[in-house]
C-alpha cells in the first residue's frame, strides 16, 4: 500500500460513499424457513449457517446426534461444539414438534459414475443411518439447495424419514449401492414413484443450502 501511493499518489483517493449492504444470506433463508416452519404447527431451532464436510458424513453425524441423547464421548469430524450444543438444547425442549434447521454446504466426493448433488447424497446417507440407529421419535430429514438445482440435476433435493429403508427395501432398492455409485438422483426418482425428490424448479438465486430435521414426540 505503501508503495502503491507513493507511485500514484495523485490517484490514489479515498471513497467515503461506497457502502455495501447485504441483502440476502443464508441467515436470512433460514430465518425465513423457520416462520414457514412454525406456520405449519413446528417449533423451528435454526441451530447454525455454517454445516461444512462430507455430505454422507456430516448426515451420519446429525441423525446419530438427533437419534439418541448425545455424550461428551462421542466425536465429530463435521459437527462443530457449538452445532452439538445447540441440537442438545433442542432436544430438551418440551415441545412434542420441533424441527431443526442447519444451513451451509457440504461437498461430495464422487465415487461412482452416478448422478446426484450434495443434498440427495445427504438424504440418501440419512436413510442408511436412520434405518441402522434406534430412536424414540419420528424423524424427517429433508435437504434442499436455495437455488433448485442441486449438482447437475433436475431435483432441489430429497426428504428422507425412518421408513425410508423398508420402503427402499419393499421397491428392490439397494440403498448403499447407490450411495457407493454417487447415483442419489437415481435412488430418489425411483423412491415411492419420485415423491421424496424435490424439484422446487430455479429460484434466480443461490444462498447455499438448508437441512430440516422434523422431530415429533
Do not use: W
Not at 417449533?43 to 446429525?62: C, M, N, Q, Y
Not at 421419535?137 to 431435483?155: E, R
Request: glycine residues 8%.
Amino acid at each position: 500500500q505503501e508503495l502503491l501511493h507513493s507511485r500514484h499518489s495523485s490517484l490514489v483517493t479515498c471513497q467515503n460513499d461506497i457502502y455495501n449492504l447485504i441483502i440476502a444470506s443464508n441467515k436470512v433463508a433460514l430465518e425465513t424457513a423457520a416462520s414457514v416452519v412454525e406456520s405449519e404447527g413446528y417449533k423451528p431451532f435454526i441451530i447454525s449457517d455454517t454445516l461444512a464436510g462430507e455430505a454422507r458424513e456430516v448426515a451420519r453425524e446429525l441423525v446419530d446426534t438427533v437419534s439418541t441423547t448425545p455424550s461428551e464421548s462421542m466425536q465429530y469430524k463435521h459437527l462443530t461444539p457449538d452445532i452439538v450444543s445447540r441440537i442438545r438444547s433442542a432436544l430438551s425442549s418440551d415441545e412434542s414438534r420441533k424441527c431443526l434447521i442447519l444451513g451451509g454446504e457440504t461437498t461430495v466426493t464422487l465415487l461412482g459414475d452416478g448422478l446426484g448433488g450434495r443434498c440427495q447424497e445427504m438424504a440418501l446417507a440419512a436413510a442408511i443411518r436412520l434405518e441402522e440407529v434406534e430412536a424414540d421419535h419420528n424423524i424427517t430429514f429433508l435437504v434442499t439447495s436455495t437455488d433448485g438445482q442441486d449438482g447437475p440435476t433436475d431435483a432441489s433435493g430429497a426428504m428422507v424419514t425412518t421408513d425410508t429403508g423398508d420402503q427402499a427395501a419393499q421397491q428392490g432398492l439397494d440403498l448403499r449401492a447407490y450411495l457407493e455409485s454417487s447415483d442419489s438422483y437415481h435412488f430418489f426418482r425411483s423412491l415411492n414413484g419420485g415423491d421424496n425428490q424435490l424439484r422446487s424448479g430455479l429460484t434466480g438465486t443461490n444462498l447455499m443450502d438448508i437441512v430440516f430435521i422434523f422431530i415429533e414426540t
